[in-house]
């Protein structure tokens, strides 16, 4: 997967280089409501609950035709959801911060609406426990797809969207120097998402 990210950055880039038209640089951001997918069998209080995750980032979009196009983001995202710990009962301090790298295509329908789907990169950066552990590494990075549609009010698009991991995930939470706590879950989360372009070339 670095490597599909990496050629389609330098793809860009060539683009870039030849001079051709249609190229857009926005910002975003988004609030989503994240609700994942419980896949473990422990009572629900242990389980990850559900929460608010905000994100902002940057992307690099190129117009193929008038009413298509397709998008490069980078984003920042942190995600606070609630969470006991199995053996001690305590309330954890989740805190899992990420860089996101997602891959997007613009279809647009009737005038002013349009569709989107894409996948996203999604690399935690902190939050998680990567010390020695009797238990397997957390899964970094993971994977999710996405599907939503968008309305375009003069520069400014307004989208919301639906956004799932294509398989469970263990992710290993830190709760102090030498200990963690385990969860499996499947991101699932619903957003909405303001673009707005600052430099077309």
């Given at each position: 997967m670095r490597k599909l990210v990496l050629t389609t950055f330098i793809l860009a880039a060539c683009f870039v280089a030849q001079g051709q038209k249609g190229f857009e640089l926005s910002i975003n951001s988004k609030l989503g409501y994240y609700f994942p997918a419980n896949t473990e069998r422990h009572p629900s209080e242990l389980f990850v609950s559900n929460a608010f995750s905000p994100a902002a980032g940057i992307s690099?979009?190129?117009?193929?035709?008038?009413?298509?196009?397709?998008?490069?983001?980078?984003e920042y995202a942190h995600l606070s959801p609630d969470k006991k710990d199995l053996f001690s009962g305590e309330n954890l301090d989740v805190k899992w911060q990420s860089v996101n790298i997602p891959?997007?295509?613009?279809?647009?329908?009737?005038r002013n609406l349009y569709l989107t789907a894409g996948v996203?990169?999604?690399?935690?950066?902190?939050?998680?426990?990567?010390?020695?552990?009797?238990?397997?590494?957390?899964?970094i990075p993971e994977y999710n797809w996405q599907a939503g549609m968008g309305w375009k009010i003069q520069n400014l698009s307004i989208s919301m969207q639906f956004s799932r991991?294509?398989?469970?995930?263990?992710?290993?939470?830190?709760?102090?120097?030498?200990?963690?706590s385990g969860v499996t879950v499947r991101h699932r989360e619903i957003f909405l998402k303001l673009e707005y372009p600052l430099w077309k070339f």
């Open positions: 690099l979009g190129y117009n193929f035709f008038k009413s298509t196009g397709v998008s490069l983001g980078l891959l997007n295509v613009r279809q647009g329908i009737w996203t990169l999604v690399r935690q950066i902190k939050g998680y426990y990567d010390g020695v552990s009797a238990f397997s590494q957390q899964k991991g294509f398989s469970s995930v263990d992710k290993r939470i830190k709760v102090s120097e030498n200990s963690s």
